[in-house]
């Protein structure tokens, strides 16, 4: 590029040219030259010399700029003071080497490295004649500051030992790093190795959260400060109404014990009762463990339900019948007179007249059971369901008084009477499965949180359906409580329907708690494309019952779900026998697909496997 001052042009010439004009017009009186004429006398004047001034450069202030910045130098106050054209250029000196974009411009630019290391240029101007002095200009990177990452919120048990993990946090300049760990929250601990990257502490013996904040500084800046949560593990309490032996007699005072509810950590509970059925009572002292109240004077049966709280969480409830029954008064027994008149004429004595006040007893009557209301009869406490030989059990088919099955003597509609055990199959009111009508739902935040492993196939056939084993270690987290998975199995069509629609198969991934309650997450199948998940399993379907195929394929439940966990809830039973009660239904709202063939080869061995839809009563089901 050239630059140039514009003034008056003036007449330059190099060293050679001005020796040349020397020799030629100053060195010898013989050149001169001088004419006289009778009006005008001409003298030549000598030519005038002048030597060049090499330009200046200037290559600016020196900087300081970030990493990746793109930085452009400046050589505008370059100069030349004989005003000519002037061309530039650039070079770098030391430091990591850069590109130099339009190194022959007054304002060249480059990006800065990610270098602790300045950076050095060099600027010479030349005016065609003469180069200027090299300047120089310096360009330092400036310190970028570390970040800190104090990891993920953790979940620990009280008194367990937990560490810290602050190795995640770096510094783009590759600095060396020293950590500072601070509580911000919660009950104070003793925080070991604080100035580590993995400092330790004992959890607190207490519920709720602890806080902890990590800065980082590489030497020349600190991080901003980032924080991560600690929260105690909380085992939910279990509430336990105990039975009341002997007879409640009416008017009476009757004393309930929760005194055997538990609490996995040690917490102290708080006790609430009331009651839910009967007769109304005055229960004195009813957030305690052992209340108390006076029986009513006539026969009934009460229901009480006792909720316990840890402080931080409320148990499932638990309920307790008390059947009050009148007092029974023996009858003194009198002596038959009849009997005695016959005896004495038998021994030849005189008969004697009967005393006229006194009335021939009668024989005494058999004791009657109360009456129990209809209510009552139906009703079933809530307790955790034990899963049958479907639905996680290990019992055999020999345990059972009579064989239940899906049509004829065995059908769903005989189970209540094959068994005192299945009674509830006939006369709970919390059965399952149910047809959810999709324009009566409540709305509700329940969550579904997944933590599947990796499983072995360890399929069976049961007699009633395809199950497949789960191993260990796998759990949902329903709406906050943990579920371990126990094993999935499969109906066709749907035991559930969706506005009176069976879906063509479903799934139900059974889960226990650690109180025992039990959790079913329900999969819909549609007939579509052939379904990844299922093809290991199916390609060695048992078919005969008490078949098993294992194989160490491993397979995770996860993969079998859709991708919303939108689903619908409400509380139901067992859908096989006992058909136990306190079951935690999740019925995914989006189905996944299983091709014909697949359907089909279930089907060709479990012909039916469905037990109809129950009644809902009063229940409410939600969507979530």
């Known amino acids: 590029m050239l630059y140039k001052e514009t003034k008056t042009p003036k007449l330059l010439l190099t060293s050679s040219a001005i020796a040349l004009v ?5 060195c010898s009186d013989d050149k001169r030259s001088t004419q006289t004429t009778s009006s005008t006398t001409t003298t030549e004047a000598p030519i005038a010399l002048k030597f060049n001034n090499p330009p200046t450069a200037n290559a600016g202030s020196d900087l300081i700029v970030s990493v990746g910045e793109v930085v452009t130098l400046n050589g505008t106050q370059s100069a030349d003071s004989d005003n000519d054209l002037m061309t530039f250029s650039w070079s770098q000196d030391s430091g990591e080497s850069v590109e130099i974009l339009n190194a022959d411009t007054l304002t060249p630019s480059f990006v ?5 290391q300045p950076l050095t240029f060099s600027l010479i101007v030349s005016d065609g004649q003469d180069e200027s002095t090299p300047d120089i200009v310096s360009v330092a990177i400036s310190n970028r500051a570390p970040i800190a990452s104090a990891g993920r919120t953790i979940v620990a048990k009280r008194g367990s030992n937990v560490t810290l993990d602050g190795s995640n946090s770096i510094d783009a300049d590759n600095d060396k790093i020293a950590y500072s760990w601070k509580q911000v929250y919660g009950e104070v601990v003793a925080l070991h190795n604080a100035n580590t990257n993995s400092p330790s502490f004992t959890m607190p013996s207490t519920s709720g959260y602890l806080v902890f904040a990590l800065s980082v500084n590489d030497g020349t800046d600190e991080s901003i400060a980032d924080t991560v949560a600690v929260k105690v593990t909380n085992t939910p309490p279990v509430a336990r109404a105990g039975s009341i032996a002997g007879n409640i007699i009416a008017g009476k005072t009757i004393q309930l014990d929760g005194s055997n509810s538990t609490d996995a950590d040690g917490d102290a509970l708080n006790y609430k009762w009331k009651q839910t059925l009967g007769t109304p009572v005055l229960v004195e002292g009813s957030n305690t463990a052992t209340p108390r109240f006076t029986a009513p004077q006539r026969p ?10 840890d402080g931080e ?27 005695i008149v016959k005896a004495e004429q038998a021994e030849g004595l005189k008969p004697k007249k009967s005393d006229k006040n006194i009335l021939d007893v009668a024989a005494l009557p058999e004791l009657v059971e109360n009456f129990l209301p209809e209510i009552a009869k139906t009703f079933v406490a809530p307790v955790a369901a034990a899963a049958d030989e479907h639905h996680g059990s290990t019992k055999s088919h020999a345990e059972h008084k009579a064989h239940w099955s899906y049509e004829g003597e065995g059908s769903p509609e005989n189970w209540a009477h094959l068994d005192d055990k299945f009674e509830v199959c006939g006369s709970g009111k919390f059965q399952s499965p149910i047809d959810i009508q999709t324009t009566e739902l409540s709305k509700s935040d329940r969550e579904i949180k997944l933590n599947y492993q990796p499983s072995a196939i360890n399929v069976v056939n049961n007699g009633h359906t395809i199950q497949a084993n789960y191993d260990s270690g796998s759990y949902a987290e329903i709406d906050g409580k943990r579920y ?54 199916w390609e060695n379907l048992p078919q005969k019952s008490g078949g098993k195929v294992s194989s160490s394929s491993a397979i995770v439940a996860s993969n079998m779900l859709p991708n919303s966990t939108k689903h619908y809830h409400y509380t139901g039973s ?10 935690n239904w999740n019925v995914l709202a989006t189905t996944v697909e299983a091709s014909p063939e697949q359907i089909r080869a279930f089907t060709s061995i479990f012909e039916k496997s469905v037990r109809p839809v129950q009644p809902i009563f009063d229940r409410m089901v939600s969507i979530d």
């Open 22 to 26: 020397l020799m030629m017009n100053g």
């Open 484 to 537: 371990d998975l126990l094993q999935f199995h499969f109906h066709s069509p749907s035991e559930h329907k969706i506005d009176s629609k069976p879906a063509d198969m479903v799934a139900h991934l059974v889960h226990k708690a650690e109180d025992g309650e039990l959790a079913v997450i329900g999969i819909l199948f549609k007939e579509g494309h052939e379904n990844k998940f299922l093809k290991p399993i």
């Open 313 to 339: 969480i409320t148990s499932h409830p638990d309920s307790l019948i008390v059947s009050v029954k009148n007092e029974v008064k023996q009858l003194e027994e009198k002596a038959d007179l009849n009997k």
């Open 300 to 309: 009934d049966h009460l229901v009480f339900e006792l909720t316990v709280n």
């Open 112 to 116: 800065a490295p990610a270098s602790k």
């Open 574 to 583: 067992l859908t096989t026998p006992p058909c136990s009660e306190g079951v």
